[in-house]
């Protein structure tokens, strides 16, 4: 484990010799939430709940937060070693799952309508969906529904990340 941790390492910092950090673009995370965090800063530039309507971002769950500290850690704690691949990035959490990381179609559903409607106001140009969800052999309107929006984000020109 030790020797992916130090390749991941080191792909980051060429990504950063590079000058490829981030800035200017906006990730859209549809997750368990986002904990207020220091390593996000003032790059946390939209919240959205799409299950209780709350108006102030937390993550009951964790694994929203994580996932954006993936995306865009600024390291600035500990060692600075828990850097995210898009340190500079803006991140946008739609919360979308529930307290147990379970979730509905129709809140993804409502998740993706408002990235359309809104990714231009937020710059939105990734949107990152870390969710699974159950193969099943009946076909399912809810289902078909979801692909379509994803299809949409896409046609929209979004680059769509999904686990």
């Not at 694994?63 to 070693?81: K, M, N, P, Q, Y």
């Not at 990035?89 to 993804?108: A, F, H, P, R, T």
């Amino acid at each position: 484990m030790d020797r992916v941790k130090k390749m991941v390492h080191y792909w980051c910092d060429d990504i950063k010799k590079a000058g490829l950090t981030g800035k200017g673009v906006t990730v859209a995370v549809l997750d368990t939430g986002l904990a207020p965090h220091p390593d996000f800063k003032s790059r946390v530039v939209g919240w959205r709940d799409c299950i209780y309507r709350k108006e102030k971002c937390y993550d009951d769950n964790g694994h929203g937060t994580h996932v954006s500290g993936i995306i865009a850690s600024g390291g600035r704690l500990g060692d600075g070693s828990g850097i995210g691949v898009a340190p500079e990035s803006g991140i946008v959490m739609l919360k979308v799952l529930e307290k147990d990381g379970s979730g509905k179609i129709k809140n993804m559903i409502r998740g993706m309508e408002w990235i359309l409607l809104n990714h231009e106001k937020y710059g939105i140009r990734i949107v990152n969906i870390s969710v699974g969800m159950p193969v099943k052999n009946i076909e399912n309107p809810e289902e078909e529904e979801l692909v379509k929006k994803v299809e949409q984000l896409w046609n929209t020109g979004l680059v769509v990340v999904v686990a």
